[in-house]
């Protein structure tokens, strides 16, 4: 069974730039996807990188693994921590190495 977080790369995320991931958890929460980062040369075909997200002012999500949605990227779980205010509202970051 491949791991389908191996196949996706910067190039996936990108052009998704400004557009709305669904984190599914209890509350369900909209992530805008506001910074893609490339993070230097890893094993990773295309190299690591970074999704920062911004959800709603309001409580933070402790730091964890969570399925999250796009309708183009898929249903995918990934680790995704809080970092403080950003842009008005909750930052996220998601880091692939």
């Known amino acids: 069974m491949s791991d389908p977080l191996a196949s ?3 190039g996936d ?3 998704r730039t400004g557009e709305t991931f669904r ?3 209890k509350p369900e929460l909209e992530l805008k996807l506001v910074e893609v980062l490339p ?3 890893t094993m990773r075909a295309g190299g690591a990188f ?3 997200f ?3 002012p309001g ?3 402790p730091q964890a693994i969570y399925p999250i949605a796009h309708p183009a990227v898929g249903t995918f779980d990934i680790f995704i921590v809080p970092i403080g205010p950003l842009k008005g509202g909750n930052g996220y ?3 692939f190495t």
């Open 8 to 10: 996706l790369t910067i």
């Open 13 to 15: 995320f990108e052009p």
């Open 23 to 25: 984190l599914m958890a």
């Open 39 to 41: 993070r230097g040369k």
């Open 50 to 52: 970074s999704l920062f």
């Open 54 to 56: 911004v959800a709603p």
């Open 59 to 61: 409580p933070y999500l």
């Open 93 to 95: 970051e998601a880091v």
